[in-house]
């Protein structure tokens, strides 16, 4: 049974390339997150998605990052362009909306660091 | 602006010992709690959960406590074993949306 998946594991990049990261939810869960580790701020959330339609990004850091999701099995996550300050563990994670338990499975993460 | 706050940046407890892991919230829409735990390299995991109706879910030796009146809930694991070292993090959502919130997480360590 695939859990969410996320691509790619690590990345590493210089200052002012841009960055995409992939992820793939599980299917037939109807949102889906971005979120950011950091140590300052722990798990961060960027933006979900509710149905393939963008619900909050008032997450997102600024207009660097943008965030997509073309169908209800892909989403992607862009930084352009990237800056050393975006170095982090982003995860994407999934649930099932209306769900009364509304559990989030989370993928292992993307490891950006930019140089 | 932090929602959810975990000023615990870490825990050392003596394996067999109680684990106390504290979690404090500001938003009184804050409906549904939950306990994640994430080992390096990893992703976190769904742990327990705890709906704003209740004030104590019970795991096996995870037990998760809610006290709403001062915005504050608790993990408490017991026995704690070496392999509950990880990072828990606790989250939260509000009842008008999907979004989950979540702290800066508390690092355990569980000594043999």
């Known amino acids: 049974d695939a859990g969410v998946i996320q691509s790619p594991r690590h990345e590493v990049t210089e200052m002012g390339q841009e960055v995409t990261l992939r992820c793939k939810p599980i299917?037939?869960?109807?949102?889906l997150f971005w979120y950011r580790q950091t140590m300052m701020r722990g798990l961060e959330l960027l933006i979900y998605f509710n149905n393939n339609v963008p619900i909050d990004d008032s997450g997102m850091p600024e207009d660097r990052f943008s965030a997509k999701m073309p169908n209800a099995s892909f989403s992607t996550l862009k930084i352009q362009p990237s800056e050393p300050r975006d170095s982090a563990v982003y995860f994407c994670a999934s649930t099932l909306s209306g769900v009364n338990t509304g559990e989030l499975f989370f993928g292992e993460g993307s490891r950006l660091t930019v140089l | 602006d932090q929602q959810v706050k975990q000023n615990s940046p870490s825990l050392s407890v003596q394996e067999g010992r109680i684990s106390i892991l504290n979690c404090d919230y500001t938003n009184s829409m804050f409906d549904y709690f939950l306990w994640y735990k994430k080992y390096p390299a990893e992703g976190p995991t769904f742990l327990i959960s705890i709906s704003s109706i209740k004030d104590k879910n019970e795991d096996g030796r995870f037990t998760v406590f809610l006290n709403k009146s001062a915005k504050h809930l608790s993990l408490h694991i017991v026995p704690s074993q070496p392999g509950d070292s990880a990072v828990y993090f606790c989250?939260?959502?509000?009842?008008?949306?999907?979004?989950?919130?979540f702290g800066t997480g508390t690092s355990l360590t569980v000594i043999p």
């Open positions: 989250a939260a959502r509000p009842n008008t949306g999907n979004q989950f919130y």
């Open positions: 299917s037939g869960h109807n949102s």
